[in-house]
């Protein structure tokens, strides 16, 4: 019996990464906590955070997984939200506090197509204040919270879909507003609550996020996902996480580098080998001949580097 008498311990989980379906109100650490718990280790980590008011696909590594998660990070995503344009919070979402409220009386769809298309490809992006980016070592949102205004750098990002789907006059504590339902693609490291923000202020209204659903992260989609509750289930009968392995992740995610033996053992010692694209700068997952994930490469250069290796050689 477990400690509290009820439950017995879920027998530890093996090596893989694991889709949850983010359920709004959860932290990204709320859902490593839970899964932790029920994969019976503390190697659990994420692959890219959600806010709290966010849901769908959370990459997770589990125990020799979680060396992935570096790799999977950069991967670009795909989101599903609604910008209200006509406020502005604090947040730039829907948790925060409306901090202006001219409203969008009669905005133009047109207007709100044209100002869509100026943040569309590659643009500088402000990110929230509210997030996650540290500043002299402490998080944006630490310091935001503790009264401190915080102007964070423009970086460069990729918006390579920003698409309207749909847009909902409607009125809101007495303002007038404009719910704007888009699909966007984005590079990593984009901010979605920013372009509402972005949004909302090109067109001198006001904007802000109300909901996001992200539904992909690289070749990864929101139809692989597992609720958290449907994962509980599962231990408590008895049965395995459906956790995916390095092997099918890395076939996913990466170009794929087939070894022969020879090269497989020699990488598996921490030896280089000849690149055999010399010059690619994306990760590379060298694969063994029996399927192994033996380490993900680094061919930028003639010889091979491996930047991480799965399946060290014992002898």
Not at 197 to 218: I, K, P, Y
Not at 230 to 257: H, I, K, M, T
Request: charged residues 25%; proline residues 5%.
């Amino acid at each position: 019996m477990s400690a509290a008498g009820s439950h017995p311990r879920p027998a530890p989980a093996g090596d893989g990464v694991l889709l949850v379906d983010k359920p709004s109100g959860w932290t990204s650490h709320d859902v490593v906590g839970r899964v932790r718990r029920l994969a019976g280790t503390r190697k659990v980590g994420h692959a890219g955070t959600l806010d709290p008011m966010a849901t769908g696909v959370l990459v997770l590594g589990i125990n020799k997984a979680t060396k992935l998660l570096t790799f999977l990070v950069g991967c670009d995503k795909d989101y599903a939200a609604t910008i209200r344009l006509g406020q502005a919070t604090d947040t730039d979402d829907a948790e925060g506090t409306v901090i202006e409220a001219p409203g969008a009386a009669d905005l133009d769809p047109e207007r709100v197509s044209a100002a869509v298309a100026d943040l569309t490809g590659a643009i500088e992006q402000v990110p929230s204040s509210v997030s996650a980016i540290k500043v002299d070592g402490r998080r944006s949102y630490a310091r935001v919270r503790d009264g401190e205004e915080v102007a964070l750098a423009a970086r460069p990002v990729t918006v390579s879909r920003f698409v309207v789907l749909d847009q909902r006059a409607q009125t809101v504590d007495g303002v007038p507003v404009l719910d704007v339902d888009v699909v966007v693609t984005v590079s990593s490291g984009t901010y979605v609550r920013a372009l509402a923000r972005d949004l909302g202020a090109a067109l001198g209204v006001g904007g802000h996020l109300t909901a996001l659903r992200r539904t992909r992260v690289g070749g990864f989609g929101e139809d692989v996902t597992h609720t958290l509750d449907a994962l509980g289930e599962l231990v408590e009968r008895g049965e395995p996480l459906p956790l995916l392995s390095l092997e099918e992740v890395a076939r996913r995610s990466f170009a794929v580098r087939e070894l022969d033996e020879a090269e497989a053992r020699a990488l598996s010692y921490g030896a280089r080998i000849e690149s055999a694209e010399p010059g690619r700068s994306e990760p590379v997952a060298g694969l063994a001949p029996d399927g192994r994930l033996i380490a993900v490469l680094d061919e930028s250069e003639p010889r091979t580097r491996s930047r991480v290796v799965f399946a060290p050689a014992t002898s």
